[in-house]
């Protein structure tokens, strides 16, 4: 789903790279040697610390 988007369609950057895709999700988790859905929870959990 353009996993920023939430469209449905996780590998489609619809044109603008800004937008997220399940590839480079699993790109970054290969990076970090950890699994895809870690990956993903790090994120969130980044994302909510920057919130606070």
Same mark, same amino acid.
């Given at each position: 789903?353009?996993?920023?988007?939430?469209? +449905?369609? &996780?590998?489609?950057? %619809? +044109?603008? &790279?800004?937008?997220?895709?399940?590839?480079?999700?699993?790109? @970054? @988790? #290969?990076?970090?040697?950890i &699994? /895809?859905? #870690? @990956?993903?929870?790090?994120?969130? #959990?980044? /994302?909510? %610390?920057? #919130? @606070?």
């Amino acid at each position: 789903m353009c996993l920023s988007c939430g469209c +449905g369609s &996780p590998n489609d950057s %619809k +044109g603008d &790279p800004r937008n997220i895709t399940l590839e480079q999700l699993q790109a @970054a @988790a #290969e990076a970090a040697g950890i &699994p /895809v859905d #870690e @990956a993903a929870a790090n994120i969130l #959990e980044g /994302v909510s %610390k920057s #919130e @606070a």
